[in-house]
Structure formats: structure tokens, C-alpha cells
């Protein structure tokens, strides 16, 4: 594709070169032949100038259209990835609650029914404990009724045998009363474990209702997420395809007015004098610089163009002045043209006129104004304009370029 300063430096070519060649006393013969070529193919590349420029401006919005949509589906898609993630981890920890929660609620019921246990087993020995009251209380102390048996002349061995027979029952009592007290205790502690277990199942739970509720919102979520990025896609793929249309459009405009412009060029060039007329310049053997003290930002040659991404001659240098900066003529001449260009923004193209035996012809571009008009005539160093970055610019400069018998060469061989 041809790029913005590409396709304006192409008009101004042929401008400039044919009006070197119609200076010229040699070829006056040819004067209205050459007008009349100069009309035909200054009309036609305008209107394929124009053409290329406002195809190249729908290329540049398709690409900027496309890398949008692919933007928005790179989020879309990291979203969508970022959902899934924590749906699977929902997922999972839902299944390790449930597990738990199972475990839990087992290990409750188990404690519940060893709690029923021990109370079954309290109640059974209160029973005993209660028995031995009631007895003691309806028959008395059974050492005392022995002691009143011997007393009363009961032989003194059932005394001895009933005493011992006291004691076991004693003994029985104690170890009956020990074991209440003992399940009493038992009893309390499964109490408050059941009381533990039954409060960690609610917890569990709840924690577990609470994640059902994300990971439903999470399947939600990813379910209209890739929703959207099938149409995000959708919408990339037609955006691919109306770039890469575009592009193809551009190239093959691009061709066709290359090769136009090399069968002018080489009219052009058989039809210039080896000796140009002056053109009012100054007869210098360089050029002045037409700003200074500022760098070059970009230099003259090959570059890769970032809308078309090939590689593409940037046909001048570019001086890092910033905008307003006075821009100087870079040598004495007649100016040719100042007009508006979609690629070079505001621009002055200046016959310079003969200098080292060739005809010379500079171009600024980019400007903020100009303070020249065509047909005017310039002295070298003379203030005919100031920088800006009007056209196709990323900033503040000036695009300077020279023509040399109507093509364009490195400025910094003239400078």
C-alpha cells in the first residue's frame, strides 16, 4: 500500500518535474504536449490520491476496529478463564464440604447414641442408688440389726457372717455410687461433644449452602461469559475480514499506481534538460537548513509502515521541532504549492531552481500554517511557514524533503 507521504510526495514528483522540463528552451516545442500530459496525470493521480487515502483511512479504522475486538476478547477470554478457575475450585471445595459434612453428621449420630447409652445407664443407676435409700430407710442400718440379733442371743457367728455380708453390700453401694457419679460425668462430657458436633454441622452447612449459591453463580457467570466470547469472536472474524479486504484493496491500488508512477517518472526523466532553468533560485551548491538545532527523529529511507506492516521509503528527514517553530526556506526559489494533503498535512513545495546542474525542488511538511503563496518568490533562510503536525503525524515536527529532477533523494546529501 502506498503510504501518506509516499502518495503525496508521487503529485508533487510529477508537478515538479514537468514544470523543470517545461523551463526549459530546449523543449518549448513540447510545451503544450506537456501541459496537456501534466492535467491528465496531475488529474488522475489526484483522484487516486484521494481514493488511496480515504482507502488507507478505512483500513487504518478496520485495523483499529480489529484490534479492539481482539482487546475485548483477550479480556473477555482471561475473564472467562478467571470464572472457570474458580468454578472448578468451588466445585472442589463443595465436594470436600460434603464429604466433611457426612463425616461430621456420622460422628454426631454416633454421639448421640452414646449420649441415649449413658442416660440409659445414669437412670439404671440412680434406680440402684434410690433401692439402697429406700432399704436403709425401711430396715434400718444392717450393722446396727446384727449388733441387736447378738445382742438378743443370736449365735455370734451370724453375727460375724452378717457383718461381713454388711460390708460387701457396703462395698457394693460405694462402687454403685461411684459409677453415677463417673457416668454423670461421661454423661456431660458427650453432652457438650453432640452440643460441638451438632453446631459444626450447622457451620458446615451453612458454608456449604453459601458455596452451592457461588458456584451456581459462578456456572451462570461463565455460561453468558462464553456466550460472549463466541460473539466477541464472531465479531474479531468480521473484523479480520473487512481489514484484510481493505488491506487487499490498498495493495492492489497501490500496484497499479506504482507502476503508473514509474512509466511517468521515466517520461519525465527523458524529457528533462541537462540544464535546467534557474526558477529564481539562488545558484548555491547545498541547502540551508530549514530549522535548526533540532534532531532528526526520523531519517530518510526504508521503514516499516504500521498500518500497512511492510516495508515503505519515508521519503524525507524528519526534524524534531516543536510546533510554531519559524521553518526556513532552504534555499532561494518560486513557490509551486501550498495546499492541505491528508498524509502531509499542511505543505509548501518550493522550486529551488538549478544547483549543482540538477533541477531542485524541497517540500515542508506537516506545518501549523504557511505564510507563503504560490507564485511567490523566496530567499533562502526567509520564514515561509511553522512546524506542527498536522496529516498524518504522531507529533510535533517537520517533514523537510528534496526532489532531485522530480525524485526524491536524501536530504542530508544537500544539507
Not at 540544464?275 to 540551508?288: E, R, W
Request: glycine letters at 8%; proline letters at 3%; charged letters at 25%.
Amino acid at each position: 500500500m502506498l503510504s501518506t507521504t509516499r502518495r503525496a510526495s508521487l503529485a508533487v514528483l510529477l508537478v515538479a518535474a514537468l514544470i523543470a522540463a517545461l523551463t526549459t528552451p530546449s523543449f518549448a516545442d513540447k510545451r503544450d504536449d506537456l501541459e496537456k500530459h501534466k492535467k491528465d496525470v496531475s488529474g488522475k493521480i489526484g483522484d487516486a490520491k484521494k481514493d488511496l487515502e480515504q482507502s488507507t483511512k478505512q483500513y487504518a479504522n478496520a485495523v483499529a476496529a480489529l484490534n479492539r475486538a481482539q482487546a475485548r476478547l483477550n479480556a473477555a477470554q482471561a475473564k472467562l478463564s478467571n470464572t472457570r478457575g474458580a468454578l472448578a475450585t468451588a466445585k472442589a471445595r463443595d465436594a470436600q464440604m460434603q464429604a466433611k459434612l457426612i463425616s461430621t453428621q456420622a460422628e454426631l449420630d454416633a454421639a448421640k447414641a452414646r449420649l441415649t447409652q449413658s442416660k440409659a445407664e445414669l437412670r439404671e443407676s440412680e434406680a440402684k442408688v434410690e433401692q439402697f435409700a429406700v432399704q436403709n430407710i425401711e430396715q434400718g442400718d444392717p450393722g446396727m440389726r446384727a449388733f441387736s440379733g447378738l445382742l438378743q442371743g443370736e449365735d455370734p457367728t451370724a453375727f460375724t457372717e452378717q457383718m461381713s455380708l454388711n460390708d460387701a453390700v457396703s462395698d457394693d453401694q460405694t462402687a454403685t455410687m461411684q459409677d453415677l457419679a463417673a457416668t454423670r460425668v461421661l454423661l456431660e462430657v458427650k453432652r457438650d461433644k453432640v452440643t460441638r458436633l451438632r453446631n459444626q454441622v450447622k457451620v458446615q452447612r451453612e458454608a456449604a449452602a453459601a458455596n452451592l449459591v457461588r458456584k451456581q453463580q459462578l456456572e451462570a457467570a461463565a455460561a453468558d461469559q462464553a456466550a460472549e466470547v463466541v460473539k466477541l469472536v464472531t465479531a474479531r472474524r468480521g473484523a479480520r475480514w473487512t481489514a484484510a479486504k481493505l488491506r487487499a484493496e490498498d495493495k492492489k491500488q497501490l500496484a497499479s499506481l506504482e507502476n503508473e508512477r514509474a512509466q511517468t517518472e521515466a517520461k519525465i526523466r527523458a524529457l528533462t534538460p541537462k540544464q535546467v532553468k534557474d526558477a529564481g533560485g539562488d545558484g548555491g551548491g547545498t541547502l540551508s537548513y530549514p530549522v535548526s538545532g533540532f534532531p532528526i527523529t526520523s531519517p530518510y529511507g526504508m521503514r516499516f509502515h504500521p498500518v500497512l506492516h511492510v516495508w515503505k521509503l519515508h521519503d524525507g528527514t524528519d526534524f524534531g521541532a516543536p510546533c510554531g517553530t519559524p521553518v526556513h526556506a532552504a534555499a532561494g526559489g518560486t513557490v509551486l504549492q501550498t495546499y492541505y494533503n491528508g498524509g502531509y498535512g499542511n505543505r509548501i513545495i518550493l522550486n529551488n531552481g538549478r544547483m549543482r546542474g540538477k533541477g531542485i525542488v524541497t517540500t515542508y511538511n506537516h506545518l501549523t500554517r504557511w505564510t507563503v503563496s504560490p507564485g511567490q518568490h523566496v530567499k533562502r533562510g526567509e520564514t515561509i511557514g511553522y512546524s506542527g503536525t498536522t496529516g498524518y503525524s504522531t507529533g510535533c515536527h517537520l517533514h523537510f524533503m528534496v526532489l532531485v529532477n522530480g525524485s526524491t533523494v536524501n536530504p542530508m546529501g544537500w544539507l
